[in-house]
């Protein structure tokens, strides 16, 4: 399958949380004990660690600084997508939110990066040409008006699904788009005077010669324009509350879109999922949740058994799709970091069933495991595509997936022929079993008899 593109201006955000509980002795603001610092990509950036959820390959083409926080953004992208660079004029931009209580206090902004305008690098180019659908995340910052990326867009645009999320002081979408996602607000500064969402969809679609527009109403789903004669409106509502964190919502409702073109449904259709897949982010805690602790009160990795019940309780909720996987993880390699990426995509949350030390040495013998199981959970929980471990003794999974119930159970293609005992487990609890191919040429066996050679 040809990878998704992710193409745009990506942004550093940084959510500094702490507790408030106390006013300033000189003026009426709140002190807050910051407890800790979570850098995660915004803009385009976010939207390519989104789009990793809906898509096994996923590319983000965007500008980058050379500061500090061009390299930070780079990498925290980079996790979970494929970066091709473009150059940037400028410092990296970067906004940080003060959090307390849930709430966010106050949002600070710096840096002045913008697109630099110099001729587009072959691998860009490369990049864009072997898509299977295209999400362009304009955030005005000089990525989507680049003169070659417009018109490579417009010639792709006739081929294969582009989807265009706009920004007020971003560039017009190129014609010819198969899906423009303004939200409401942003609907109504386009095209003023037309107050009925439906009516605001069409006159942008006609504006922007594109073959559908959808304008997402936050929690009363959104509003779709295409080529039919009658005008469709969605009738998927987005949940959430008026504490939740919607930070993120549109891009998770633009990638899901994108992914579900790629995959051949039709616009309705696709929009349909968009608000689903929306909704569900935003109850599993928006963007906050993609959020990588940079201090050392970072409350640790994800695999205590209240953790993974959690996040198992909070996919239910939402009538979201559990993924589950497992394994020993022993030296995490690339054929891992694939195959977790893909079982993410497959579903809502991914709870990874990770063999304790003692069932690896059952299993494996003298010697092994090489990292003991806290620090393989640990590292696991380093990506973004793992919502949470769940550590087991037993040689089998199969106890443990008695409980978690998991709609999805994910194995690696080289048990194709072979038999799982869990299988059973799973399926007579309505669960699905899905083999998905390995990365060749990566084993932990491998490193190990590598290592052991060498010595």
Request: charged share 20%.
């Amino acid at each position: 399958m040809k990878p998704l593109v992710v193409v745009g201006d990506a942004l550093l955000d940084v959510d500094v949380e702490g507790s408030a509980d106390r006013l300033c002795p000189e003026a009426p603001a709140p002190v807050v004990d910051v407890s800790r610092r979570c850098p995660r990509p915004g803009g385009a950036g976010l939207a390519g660690l989104l789009a990793a959820r809906s898509a096994p390959e996923v590319i983000v083409v965007t500008a980058l600084g050379h500061d500090d926080a061009g390299r930070r953004l780079g990498e925290l992208i980079g996790r979970e997508a494929t970066v091709v660079p473009l150059p940037l004029d400028g410092t990296t931009v970067t906004k940080t939110r003060v959090r307390a209580g849930g709430q966010t206090l106050v949002r600070l902004d710096s840096g002045d990066g913008r697109a630099a305008s110099t001729a587009l690098r072959a691998r860009s180019a490369a990049a864009l040409h072997g898509a299977g659908a295209i999400l362009v995340a304009d955030y005005g910052r000089g990525v989507a008006a680049h003169p070659e990326i417009r018109r490579l867009l417009t010639e792709l645009a006739q081929r294969i699904p582009v989807v265009w999320d706009p920004h007020p002081r971003g560039s017009a979408p190129i014609p010819g788009a198969r899906l423009i996602t303004p939200n409401e607000a942003e609907a109504h500064g386009f095209a003023p005077g037309h107050g009925d969402p439906v009516e605001l969809a069409r006159a942008l679609r006609a504006r922007w010669e594109a073959e559908a527009v959808s304008v997402t109403l936050g929690s009363h789903g959104a509003a779709l324009s295409t080529g039919q004669v009658v005008p469709v409106s969605s009738s998927a509502r987005m949940a959430g509350s008026l504490t939740s964190d919607v930070c993120g919502a549109g891009d998770r409702f633009a990638t899901a879109a994108t992914a579900a073109l790629m995959a051949g449904a039709s616009e309705a259709d696709a929009v349909a999922a968009a608000v689903q897949a929306a909704s569900r982010f935003v109850l599993a805690g928006g963007a906050s949740a993609l959020s990588t602790p940079d201090s050392l009160d970072d409350p640790g990795p994800r695999h205590g058994p209240e953790e993974v019940w959690q996040v198992v309780e909070r996919t239910r909720r939402a009538g979201g799709r559990l993924v589950a996987t497992g394994g020993c993880f022993d030296l995490l390699h690339p054929g891992h970091v694939t195959l977790l990426r893909q079982a993410r995509a497959l579903g809502d949350a991914l709870v990874v069933c990770l063999n304790s030390d003692e069932s690896v040495r059952g299993l494996k013998g003298a010697g092994r495991p090489i990292l003991a199981a806290a620090d393989r959970a640990r590292m696991l929980c380093e990506l973004s595509s793992v919502d949470a471990v769940a550590i087991f003794d037993e040689p089998s999974p199969g106890p443990l997936l008695d409980r978690l119930r998991p709609d999805v159970w994910v194995k690696g293609g080289d048990y194709t022929g072979k038999e799982m005992p869990e299988a059973a487990t799973v399926r007579r609890h309505g669960g699905e079993v899905v083999l998905l191919p390995v990365v060749d040429g990566h084993s932990t066996s491998r490193l190990v008899q590598a290592a052991q050679a060498s010595v």
